[in-house]
């Protein structure tokens, strides 16, 4: 490991001066200790997780039986499943547990993903007690950290046959006082949407017919420590939103750019043709895209942190005639091959686009893409398979570049961009690479750790953020390869539990994997290990 930090060193892709006092942490790493599995493979039985202090349950969402699978933890090496707390409608997309108090949100989509959802309440134990209506396809759930409210993303996804296409919005549940039932009786709801005049230039709006509040569609939540703002990533516009929780309106939604793989230290492997790692630049631009996100301070300034999935729009039906068949309603993607390039702008087209090289990449034709009487000028892909660090006004500081797929490469390269379900390496070159899903964070001896997990090979990446402009690369685990309690595949939901608030009293990170079904708990490792996380506060007795 080492080694391959003083490599990334050399090529100048950590370097620069330290935010924090002291030293980073070159040692942060993470060692399984117990898992929780369903034996359910493939069918999202673990996707996202939260956590109880008080009464030391994971509560993971189990969207194979429609349920909250409700797990004890006070053993960790050997976590318990007590009961499963049954959801209505299309079953749970996302949970998360009241800061302080015992009640816990669960965001719940419509059987017909077009409807309205809810947001049901439940306490620790599994008692109902009660449901707020929100907006179509609530597909995540966060409180505030004073606990007074709950905000959901509403997707809002079009139908298959994009005839019915909701609006895209942010619901801001404020609950009343009192006990857990009390609180959920007396709360309102609040839904911020979107308007034309606050989206900003190059915001990807391409739907078929969809006006900016339709085609806007909330993937994730940040809040900011004052409960005050949040920023929601809007994935398939390549966009972040920033939202005032407190008048429940949007105050901008703002393009993320694209990156440009043709640049030292931005290489890619664009092939599954290509008989093996071929990490190399590219004349490509990847829409960020990004799935999570989260936000923390340094000094008096606030800093987004996103996992760079990306996401294509892909909407077909079945042929009413040929029920073998199907028809394509919106379709963006295509593969590099298939793109009629400009030959002025590339006039080495017929090269690039052979399968060892760009033809297998895949791209798209919707906005920004722009097919002119020439052909296309510019090819863009989905997603930077990196992590990327922003300031609160959506101004890229830092982006990881081709770290992940260099560091996956020394790691594991009998998996390097592999699937989730089988051991095939290259597989997703052409697709997203590595596929970075979800990132938490973590204070460990008064530094900011970033936990990035990576759904397609799997595990997790460690990184010190607390210079913001320039992360230290800390470690990389993947229990696939080489964990006792493994495997785990396809890890989806990442939380952190601080040391204050541990069974063992030292720092967790608990990952569900949405195709094993499995639910592992990691131990954070790092020298002189100490908690110095700010939000460690006794909860409530209730």
Known sequence: MKMLVLCLATLGLLAGQAFAAGPPLEDVTLVPLGTYDTGVFDESAAEIVAYHAKSKRLFITNAFDGAIDVVDIHDVTAPE?????????????????????????VAVMADTKTDDGT??????????????????????????????????????????????????????????????????????????????????????????????????????IAVSKDDKTAWVTCQENNAIAMLDVETAQFQWVRSLGYKDHSLAGNALDASNKDDGINIANWPVLGMYQPDAIATYRVGNDQYLITANEGDAREYVIEDPEDPEEEIDIFVEETRGKKLDLDPTVFPDAETLQENENLGRLKVTTSYPAVEGEAGYAEIYSFGTRSFSIWTAEGDLVFDSGEQFAQITAAFTPELFNATNDEDDPDARSDDKGCEVESVTLGKINGRTIAFIGLERIGGVMIYDVSNPVSPTFCDYVNNRVDGEVGPDLGPEGLTFIPAGKSPIDEPLLVVANEVSGTTTI??????????DDDDDDDEDDD
Request: glycine share 14%.
């Open 81 to 105: 499943l007590l009961f499963q707390i049954p959801t209505g409608g299309g079953g749970p997309t996302s949970v998360a547990v009241h800061p302080r108090r015992g009640l816990i949100a």
């Open 119 to 220: 947001v049901e309440f439940f306490s620790t134990n599994g008692e109902p007690l009660g449901s707020v209506g929100v907006g179509a396809l609530p597909d995540m759930v966060v409180w505030t950290h004073d606990g007074r409210k709950v905000l959901v993303a509403n997707e809002g996804e079009p139908s298959d046959d994009y005839l019915t296409d909701p609006e895209g919005s942010v619901s801001i549940i404020t609950l009343g006082v009192g006990q857990p039932d009390k609180m959920v009786q007396q709360a309102t709801v609040q839904t911020a949407g979107f308007s034309d005049g606050i989206v900003g230039p190059g915001v990807r709006i391409y739907g078929p017919g969809a006006s900016a509040a339709q085609d806007l569609e909330p993937e994730y």
């Open 522 to 531: 990691f131990v954070v490792i790092a020298p002189d290990d100490d908690d």
